[in-house]
């Protein structure tokens, strides 16, 4: 074990430092979940990749730097103590990136993943349906091949990005009266191909974050499907498995946050009860245990391992570490906790915080769903009816 | 940068923890409870394991292994509750008796000739000391008063803390697989209660809650390891967070055993009741949660993601 940064490492922290320190935005961005924010966030997108920052763990073919995880996880954690902007295009380097560069072939790689490291395309995910929230495989969206065409009829929901986004990619039944998880496969689409209808749905705090796709016989070329026909299942089990798992929330935004905790406790103490304070300490630690435990992690995939279905303790970890500090923020607030300008003429942050906090536990697969997960193959606890 | 267990290390405690696992259930557990408490043949194949020698620099005849394999076999000790002095006296006063250069006992610690019991101002007690006899609930612990004007070394103070955390962390997560096993064979309702999700989703808490803890454990070794100014807050950080993690382990694995689980004949007593002892050993949760606070937002450790192996 060592716990000590190399000269390299260290060099590169204040490369990435300097960067940001002269390129993020000095004024806070309007929310992406509105269509003003989103143009101001893909904008932010394509700075980043000026500065061919985009995804730094890619090969530089593709847009990328050829960095290990030790370093992803040191740009993350400058990226957030800098304050800058969310990623617009988390859904595609962090997800669908990732998927591609395992289970893609050379030609899809070329195609998908330049564009997507520099910013020029962005990438909603599109797995839940009505009837298929927790329970997935219960995905009912068609694609029926036609030649060299997927012609896809169904209905989509909850899809993040979608309302703004140019690109989506999901799961869709290719095997006519196939059951649960057979007969599924991974296909792109345009979100702008003819006879896709977007509705998008106001989020709890009133903007369009996320939304519904209608698909009416939306033709996809077959070489926008990912690994094999009806191998659907295995590929998305591998995305859901980068979200959940290393990359989708990386330790420097928790750890940012509970700074920036810190430092609200130390401006509020007068108000604060021991048991508030207390919390917030703890809420601190929480960050740091995440740290440490990715870290391990990190080196653990780098030495040849992989995250299998520890990914779940991890969502529920960051999850409800995340709604923990928000919400110690809105005590901590008090009475302007509902403003959504401070007196002193910020934004709300702890506000829009909090209520986003409230959709971790319940998107990239429900913590109730994590903790079967968790009981069923860490533990060995026996499956009982459905689950 | 490379936050893995070294491969040897691990491979030790696996070897630890199944030579423990063979040697030291919950049978030997129950004839130490009827009579006598320690049993010289447990002691002696410690030291045949060179467990007593495990920090005792190779020129003393030990192995002169690190703080961070000390918490890996403190980790099996407190997983197989055991209930012989071994802690105490070879990963927290050797390492002790080392930094103060004070090497005269360590060849005879580290054959098992020598216990070494140290009072500590925090401790109202020394275990497996001698002096007036206290009762603990633990009952293979044996505890006698501390003696007037323990000091307050901090340097022990940090590695009683440190190997107790790692013990907790092992109890803990025995009380975890005993839960689960029992609620794998326990039948109502026509099923394995494990299979409710009631069950599994109180037994799963525990398991991230554990999840998060050794690292935290591994991380405070490594920084007493390396000597790093920050190390008693990472040490609090892991004893603090092993406490809180060893009680939810113990209630929760009580609750899924039902009133099995209050009774004396189900081992899980043993190990809940070392619980208890250790949470409140070299420093409670109370003084451990006031060093943390007071370094974390006293200012005194920087803050911010930039910060975390500092």
Known sequence: MDLAYTTRQQAFRQEVREWLAAHVPAERLVTLERQDGFDQHVAWERELASGNWGMVTWPSEYGGRGLDLIEWLIFEEEYWAAGAPLRANQNGIFLLGPTIMEFGSDEQKARFLPPMAKGEVIWAQAWSEPGAGSDMAAIKATARREGDHYVIN?????SSRASFADWGFGLFRTEEGSQRHKGLSFLLFDLNAPGITRRPIRQLHGDPGFAELFFDEVRVPVENRIAGEGEGWKVAMATAGFERGLMLRSPGRFQATAARLMALLRETADRASPGLREEVVRLWMGAQAYAYNTYQVAARIMAGGSIGAEASLNKIFWSELDRAMHRAAMHLLGPAAELQTLPDGRANEWLEGYIFSLSGPIYAGSNEIQRNITAERLLGLPRVGAG | MDFRLPPESVELAEAVREYLGGTHGPDVLRQLDAGGNRDLRIWQGLVEMGLTGLLVPESEGGLGMTLLDGALIARECGRACLAEPLVDTALVAV??????????HLAAIAAGEKLVALPHAVNPWVADGEGEELASVDPLRNLVAAPEGAGDDPLLLDLGALMSAAQLVGLAEAMLDQAVAYAKVREQFGHPIGGFQAIKHKLADVAVVLEFVRPVLWRAAQAMDDGLPSAPLHVSHAKYAATDAAYLAAESAIQVHGAMGYTYE?????????????SGAWGDRNFHYHRIEDAAL???????????FA
Do not use: N, S
């Open chain 2, 298 to 308: 006293g200012g005194a450790h920087p803050l911010g993601p930039q910060h975390t």
């Open chain 2, 266 to 278: 189900v081992d899980l007593h043993f190990w809940m009741k070392r619980a208890w002892a250790l």
């Open chain 1, 154 to 158: 169904g209905q989509k929901t909850w």
């Open chain 2, 95 to 104: 390492p002790w008796l080392i930094a103060r250069g004070e090497t005269g």
